[in-house]
């Protein structure tokens, strides 16, 4: 199930939220040495809404904001198009991106479309990395 009331949802993969190497792993080679971590969101736009989407973020419990993709530093905002997506998902349209952070904590995307304004609440935690 995705969060949210839509018509714009975060997929994180993991019903935990935000899960996060702290810091940045090398093999991560376009993040590593940034300063920032993060990981995959797959951003799902309902079919009933073809207008663009804004998305920002910011963190509740601490100064820092969300950023987004890559970039140094990455970018402050993410973009979805206008448009129709799939006939096979009933016109939902999919963006894939990665949500990108510098600390665990609580954290807000603000979605924001030509005839909605959502507000979602995630947590962001880092995990163990991987055995080598």
Request: net charge positive; proline share 11%; with cysteine.
């Given at each position: 199930?995705?969060?949210?009331r839509?018509?714009a949802?975060?997929?994180?993969g993991?019903s935990?939220g935000l899960?996060?190497y702290w810091?940045?792993?090398?093999?991560?080679?376009?993040?590593?040495?940034s300063?920032w971590s993060?990981?995959?969101?797959?951003?799902?736009?309902?079919?009933?809404?073809?207008?663009?989407?804004?998305?920002r973020?910011?963190?509740?419990d601490?100064?820092?904001?969300?950023?987004?993709?890559?970039g140094?530093?990455?970018?402050?905002?993410?973009?979805?198009?206008?448009?129709?997506?799939?006939?096979f998902?009933?016109?939902?349209?999919d963006r894939?991106?990665?949500?990108?952070?510098?600390?665990?904590?609580c954290?807000?995307y603000?979605?924001d479309?030509?005839?909605f304004?959502?507000?979602?609440?995630?947590?962001?935690?880092?995990?163990?990395?991987p055995?080598?």
């Amino acid at each position: 199930m995705l969060p949210g009331r839509g018509p714009a949802y975060p997929n994180f993969g993991s019903s935990a939220g935000l899960e996060f190497y702290w810091p940045p792993l090398p093999a991560q080679s376009d993040w590593y040495g940034s300063g920032w971590s993060g990981d995959k969101v797959l951003w799902w736009v309902a079919g009933t809404y073809t207008g663009p989407v804004l998305i920002r973020g910011h963190r509740i419990d601490g100064p820092q904001f969300v950023r987004f993709d890559v970039g140094s530093p990455p970018p402050l905002e993410l973009r979805i198009r206008a448009g129709k997506g799939s006939s096979f998902w009933k016109g939902a349209r999919d963006r894939p991106s990665y949500t990108r952070v510098r600390a665990a904590g609580c954290y807000a995307y603000q979605i924001d479309g030509t005839s909605f304004s959502r507000v979602i609440i995630f947590k962001a935690r880092v995990i163990p990395p991987p055995n080598k």
